[in-house]
């Protein structure tokens, strides 16, 4: 049986064309599908909503925090596929004690690429797998960000007021994209008062729409406190999906961007 070695650094034997898939993270299973898994894939999580027919179909055991252990179990699954951040340490440790678990720990772009051309690798379809990598590469090889490096506040939850900051693969995408993270200088996911809020350095508010589903709501309610600054809603899959969302990324970036310096006046 082959060994394989996750994001983790550890070594996982796993059937050489696994046949019984179980994905626990949600922008890993879409890229699953991509890879053209439609029977191997057993599995997932009622969270990995793309693609919209697998997500309908397909057996869900729990939330990617609050997994059904014993369904999982009853499944015997051949590989099981988890993330260091999307599930808790617990239940995985719990499920790598019967099962193969390769595990990905991803705040890097060049990370996420070598987890879709390791799972590529994994399920036999690394020739796939690099049909799609390569013009992607490609694309965001191309992308040109604009000069101007705007300091962004991503929200990403509320009540409380979470936003992102270092270390985590929001950070990554929003310096790719060319901005500038306002809370770079913080630990992951901090959870701050709006009081606290205003003493940072903020040329841009991005509301995501997920995990906290912001609306236009949101937006007229931060403007009482920052009348002055551009707050937009985004695409939280582009910024925080690691797998096939990705691929849109270029594009949607460059009409962000577009769309903010129509804006004008920004960053003074």
Aim: glycine share 6%; aromatic share 10%.
């Amino acid at each position: 049986m082959p060994i394989y070695i996750d994001q983790m650094g550890r070594s996982v034997a796993i059937a050489e064309r696994p046949q019984r898939i179980i994905s626990l993270v949600p922008s890993q299973t879409e890229w699953l599908a991509d890879l053209g898994l439609e029977q191997e894939v057993i599995a997932l999580t009622k969270f990995c909503i793309h693609p919209n027919s697998w997500w309908r179909k397909k057996e869900r055991i729990g939330g990617t925090k609050t997994l059904d252990i014993d369904k999982i179990r009853a499944l015997q699954p051949d590989l099981i596929i988890a993330n260091k951040e999307e599930n808790t340490q617990a239940e995985i440790e719990l499920l790598a004690q019967e099962f193969p678990v390769w595990i990905s720990d991803i705040e890097r772009l060049p990370q996420a690429l070598q987890m879709m051309r390791a799972l590529g690798q994994i399920t036999a379809k690394a020739g796939r797998a690099e049909s799609l990598l390569l013009p992607f590469e490609q694309a965001l090889a191309a992308y040109q960000a604009p000069s101007a490096k705007l300091s962004v506040a991503y929200f990403i939850w509320r009540e409380p007021w979470m936003l992102a900051a270092r270390q985590t693969f929001i950070d990554e995408m929003l310096n790719w994209a060319g901005f500038k993270n306002a809370l770079g200088h913080l630990d992951r996911y901090p959870s701050l008062s709006l009081k606290e809020l205003e003493k940072e350095k903020i040329d841009l508010i991005f509301l995501s729409s997920e995990p906290y589903p912001f609306k236009e709501k949101h937006i007229a309610e931060l403007k009482e406190i920052w009348p002055n600054i551009p707050i937009l809603l985004v695409d939280g899959e582009i910024f925080s999906w690691y797998g096939s969302r990705l691929f849109k990324a270029p594009a949607y970036c460059q009409a962000l961007w577009t769309k903010i310096l129509g804006l004008g006046n920004l960053g003074g």
